[in-house]
């Protein structure tokens, strides 16, 4: 433990919920749901390829007992890979946050992408000795598979297999390239300006879940054009508009189940069906199964 957390009295220590799903590959998860910052370590030595997500709220990395801070918000992720030195995990993670990380031996994950490794920039020979740091946004499909590991509720005895399979499926989404648009290439994501008007685009979408406005309508709003919209959305949400906003829809009809403070109705109403059997179909074909079993699976 660094001196900058042995002086620091307000940052609580805690632990990772820690799931070993293969030999050299791990899963961490953690959710703060205290007023108090906790701070997380566990020593990673450099074998290792990091994978962090930031699910709710904010965290923040520290580095060289604290001599150098990296911030990690809500909804996006950092990818770290330094095969020089080790690099520790030395997390703070704010109030009411919620943290994923899959670290991964680089023999393991030159086995999953060995026929593939010429699109992932740091496995090619020239970066083979490189440090690597990323960050990334979370797109609403990682969304949720996180939300699925984050709050797993099921048999005990099962849970290393599922984290495998939830692992690999998040790597996968991590790694998956839109054939007709490459973030890094694409010029409109230069634009800072219009970057920040896709994002305004997708807060308009999910504050308006229940009652969305028209793509076209959207379009106005923001000050884009609707070919813009949509092809910046794209690029940046991996998804279209309104198909992210079903992920979204779908994702918060979940969690109003979980808590089980309104009936099936009230929940399809929250998030915009007018119909019970809309909602219920909905759900359906997003998770396989309706509500009400669902539910029922809960418990």
């Known amino acids: 433990m660094n001196q900058e957390f042995k002086a620091n009295k307000s940052v609580a220590r805690s632990a990772f919920d820690e799931t070993k799903v293969d030999e050299g590959v791990l899963v ?12 997380l370590d566990k020593e990673i030595d450099s074998n290792f390829i990091q994978f962090h997500f930031c699910v709710k709220g904010s965290s923040q990395f520290v580095f060289n007992e604290g001599r150098y ?3 990690i918000l809500e909804e996006n992720s950092l990818l770290l890979y ?3 030195r080790d690099l520790p995990i030395n997390l703070e993670v704010n109030p009411h946050s919620w943290m994923v990380s899959v670290l991964i031996s680089i023999k393991n994950f030159h086995g999953l992408f060995s026929q593939e490794a010429d699109y992932i920039t740091f496995l090619s020979e020239d ?3 490189k440090k690597y740091y990323k960050d990334g946004i979370i797109s609403p499909s990682m969304a949720i598979v996180l939300n699925q590991l984050i709050n797993y509720n099921l048999n005990q005895s099962i849970k290393s297999l599922y984290f ?4 690999y499926e998040l790597l996968s989404l991590y790694f998956n390239r839109s ?8 010029p409109f994501l230069v634009d800072e300006t219009n970057v920040i008007k896709i994002k305004n685009a997708k807060d308009i979408m999910i504050s308006r879940m229940a009652e969305p406005p028209s ?8 000050g884009l054009s609707l070919k813009k919209l949509k092809e910046g959305f794209k690029q940046i949400y991996g998804d279209s508009v309104f ?8 994702e918060v009809a979940r969690k109003l189940l979980e808590a089980g403070n309104d009936n099936v109705n009230e929940v399809g109403h929250k998030v915009g069906y007018s119909t019970s059997s809309h909602f219920i179909a909905a759900f359906k074909k997003k998770y396989g199964t309706t509500p009400k079993k669902y539910v029922m699976s809960l418990n």
């Open 179 to 186: 054939e007709d648009a490459n973030i890094e290439q694409c």
């Open 69 to 71: 801070r990296l911030n």
């Open 28 to 39: 961490l998860t953690y959710k703060n749901e205290t007023n108090e910052m906790q701070s």
């Open 215 to 222: 793509l076209q309508e959207l379009a106005d709003e923001i």
């Open 127 to 129: 970066n083979r000795d």
């Open 82 to 84: 330094n095969p020089q």
């Open 164 to 167: 495998k399979g939830k692992a």
């Open 243 to 250: 198909s992210f906003l079903f992920d979204y829809k779908m």
